[in-house]
């Protein structure tokens, strides 16, 4: 019988600070032996890893909304996981557990690290492992918080979101068309678009590696942009606002554009159109409404559930394709949430 202690934890740390794109040598793989957990303690075998694009902030050594991760410790990241030892009464072995395991096969979280490391238990009724890190996650609570608290969406009017076909870009395009917006994407490659408008149903898309957006924002918002859900800032969203209404919300979620610059971060240069018209841009960071993500969590498994919401995965194996897997994010690679499922 295998016992806890003979068990290796493979880890990816970060082993140098990138300039521009990560390359191989901002990561080391390292291995440790697992622990058994002391007092209170919960032992997590991770399942999947999210590859989200804030991983590329994570890694500068700047103030953010999070402290970086330290040059040589585990890379940050969310999970899901089974609980494997247990020695707290609220988690029991066999638990699936959504926790911010790290890049790395096992998280042991001792007692006073359980609020800090989100670890909590997960329903897979509601959605499956990947579904969890995916529109039941961190992502589709940000699309869905950023979209109704900011957004506040109202029936008729036209939200436009970039990184339609993302994790983010799904969630906010198939809950504004419940709310009953009218929805167009702006995604890379026909693929996507298609995909956004044949099965999530999208009243269009357009494609920005092939053509003009802003031709094609004439073209599918007759009526103007009266919500903007920005995940890639630079030129997109100069396009974007050439094309708001009076009163339009910008929601500044990302700008995935920028995250690899080696030069200055391109703002807005159309910023005078919010004066113009009224309007109003507004940044949100997704873990301000972690004493909400209950609520929407239970309103999207009701979409899933009766078939008005799906979810794509875009899941590879294998934790030590963690640095090249991470790129797919930067160069579009991925279609739909990116996973990196680590066990079975
Ligand atoms: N504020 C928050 O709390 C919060 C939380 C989560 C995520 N975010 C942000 O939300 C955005 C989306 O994240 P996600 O996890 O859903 O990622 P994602 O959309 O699943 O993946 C990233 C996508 O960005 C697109 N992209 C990459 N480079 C681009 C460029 N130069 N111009 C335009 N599009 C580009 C690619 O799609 P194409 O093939 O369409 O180019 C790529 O597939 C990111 O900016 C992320 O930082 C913010």
Known sequence: MTTLTSLVNHQVRLAARPVGMPGPECWSHTTEAVQEPAEGGVLVKTHAISLDPAMRGWMNDVKSYIPPVGIGEVMRAGGVGTVIAS??????????????????????????????????????????????????????????????????????????????????GQTVGQVAKIKGCRVVGIAGGKAKCDWVVNELGFDACIDYKAGNVKAGLKEHCPQGVDIYFDNVGGDILDDVLARINRKARIIICGAISQYNNTTPVQGPKNYLSLLV???????????????????????????????????REDVVNGLNTFPETLGKLFSGANFGKLVLKVAD
């Open 277 to 311: 018209n009224r309007a109003r841009m507004e940044g949100i960071v997704v873990f301000d409404y972690a004493d909400r993500y209950h609520l929407a969590v239970a309103e999207m498994a009701g979409y899933l559930k009766d078939g008005r919401m799906k979810s």
């Open 87 to 168: 020695k707290n009464p609220q988690f029991a072995v066999g638990d699936a557990v959504s926790v911010g395991t790290g890049v790395q096969e096992y998280m042991l979280v001792p007692q006073d690290q359980i609020r800090k490391t989100g670890l909590v238990k997960i329903d897979l009724s509601m959605g499956n492992m990947t579904q969890w890190l995916n529109v039941l996650g961190m992502p589709g609570m940000t699309g869905y918080f950023g979209l109704m608290d900011v957004g506040q969406p109202k029936a008729g009017e036209t939200l436009v979101v970039s990184g339609a076909a993302g994790a983010v």
